[in-house]
């Protein structure tokens, strides 16, 4: 029989290895502009985007935030 994951849990398997405060680390490694910008175009296009806040509903992070962090993912794979 397998657990089922906590909301808590499901939260930070979508999250990946990247994390809130990746964004004012001084060691963050940032992804080339280009990168960033077509990141961001699949999430504007994804229904699964918060048109009002720009935030993902499977992860909860600020997209146009996150597209920009070098190791950050999709949760949905899409990029």
């Known amino acids: 029989m397998?657990?089922?994951l906590t909301p808590w849990q499901k939260?930070?398997?979508n999250l990946g290895e990247t994390r809130p405060w990746d964004i004012v680390n001084p060691s963050t490694e940032w992804a080339p502009a280009e990168v960033a910008e077509e990141?961001?175009?699949?999430c504007k296009a994804c229904p699964e985007l918060i048109k009002l806040t720009k935030q993902c509903k499977k992860c909860g992070c600020f997209m146009v935030a996150k597209t920009k962090l070098?190791?950050?993912v999709c949760p949905l794979g899409k990029w």
């Open 39 to 42: 990141r961001y175009s699949i």
């Open 2 to 4: 397998s657990e089922e």
């Open 70 to 72: 070098q190791g950050a």
């Open 11 to 13: 939260y930070k398997q």
